[in-house]
């Protein structure tokens, strides 16, 4: 019985091992692209602000 | 299986957002507030708000991000400066502005308070507001260079289209088809409103939309331990979009409003962020995340 359950112990420890490692590896790829969006959209805001687009948006807000 | 931690071994961090959960209908009202707080108009109506607040509002302080798109679609222009904002609020925090901070979400709270027969209604054709969002802000609004989603919104109704006719009178004259066709629309919503669970949230809001494929990905999110979780749906229970939490922590559809963590009665659901979730889990031990 004991070498049964050893042997169980060696076939999921492994496989837990790994899906550790997936779950890792998601979240510092979840980061890495939360951190590219959040750069994308800083970027996206100051060239908006460099087209004026704030006075656009003020404008029509404005107009309304 | 884990073991549900006792109150004892909840960590600081946790407890930080329980708390926090359980004052989301003060931060609703501050957020209506703030968002139609009149008198900095002259300064901020320039920046789109986090929620949709419609800015013909005679008290709107800050511009409606959905109406902003809409006029640069309208002039062929790209709204950098608008999906900037609305990217950068998702990116952050998802869809909790829709939880947090939209004025006409709090507001089908409230009527959905109301005692009338409820009606539960699946999620699963909420893809709708995709097609609101590519329809009636991208293709229409470009080929007639008219905001067609404001034409037909009932936020912006309730909080523009009623009150500007009562309050100037000058105005009345104008009211035609459309002004009809918007009340029914508006009205429409209403009784759904008061039977099912933020039917505009879930099925028609653009802003929502945009903000839906961010959820997953966002800094703030939500985390449930399977190992623990005993799929009781006291989450869905009270969940203001219906949605069954342990399923996918980080669906479209998830609002970030909280409730369930503090009802969860093993309390395996846990806010979490990319790079930082070691600290905000649970019982805030090492590893344990």
């Known amino acids: 019985m004991n070498n049964k359950g050893s042997t169980d112990q060696m076939n999921v420890e492994p496989e837990q091992e790994s899906q550790g490692t997936a779950s890792v590896e998601g979240q510092r790829r979840l980061f890495l692209i939360n951190r590219v969006l959040i750069v994308l959209a800083v970027a996206a805001i100051l060239a908006g602000l460099f087209f004026d687009q704030w006075h656009i948006v003020l404008r029509n807000a404005i107009l309304l | ?289």
């Open chain 2, 1 to 289: 299986m884990n073991k549900p931690p006792n109150n004892n071994e909840l960590s600081e961090s946790w407890r930080f957002w329980l708390g926090l959960a359980q004052k989301r209908g003060f931060v609703q009202i501050m957020s209506a507030l703030t968002l139609n707080s009149y008198f900095t108009q002259r300064f901020t109506k320039g920046l789109p708000c986090p929620a949709l607040n419609c800015y013909a509002c005679p008290a709107a302080a800050f511009a409606c991000p959905i109406g902003s798109i809409q006029h640069f679609v309208g002039r062929r222009k790209v709204p950098l400066y608008v999906l900037g904002v609305v990217g950068l609020v998702g990116a952050l925090i998802g869809r909790a502005s829709c939880g947090w901070f939209c004025p006409f979400g709090w507001f089908q709270e409230l009527v959905y308070k109301l005692p009338t027969p409820k009606l539960r209604l699946p999620n699963r054709f909420n893809w709708t507001r995709y097609v609101v969002l590519a329809v009636l802000v991208g293709v229409v609004p470009t080929i007639t260079r008219e905001p067609w989603f404001c034409k037909l919104c009932p936020a912006g109704m309730l909080e523009a289209g009623i009150p500007v006719v009562l309050i100037e009178p000058g105005v009345r004259h104008l009211i035609g088809t459309l002004y009809w066709v918007k009340i029914g629309i508006l009205g429409v919503f209403l009784a759904w409103m008061s039977a099912t669970r933020r039917p505009f949230c879930r099925w028609a809001c653009p802003l929502g939309a945009l903000w839906s494929p961010l959820n997953p990905i966002s800094s703030f999110r939500l985390q449930v331990d399977q190992d623990i979780c005993i799929r009781c749906d006291r989450c869905q229970a009270v969940c203001p979009v219906d949605i069954r939490v342990y399923e996918d922590p980080t669906s479209g559809a998830c609002i970030r409003c909280l409730q369930c963590v503090p009802e969860c009665p093993v309390s395996c659901i846990s806010v979490t962020s990319p790079g930082w979730s070691v600290e905000a889990d649970r019982t805030g031990l090492p590893g344990a995340a």
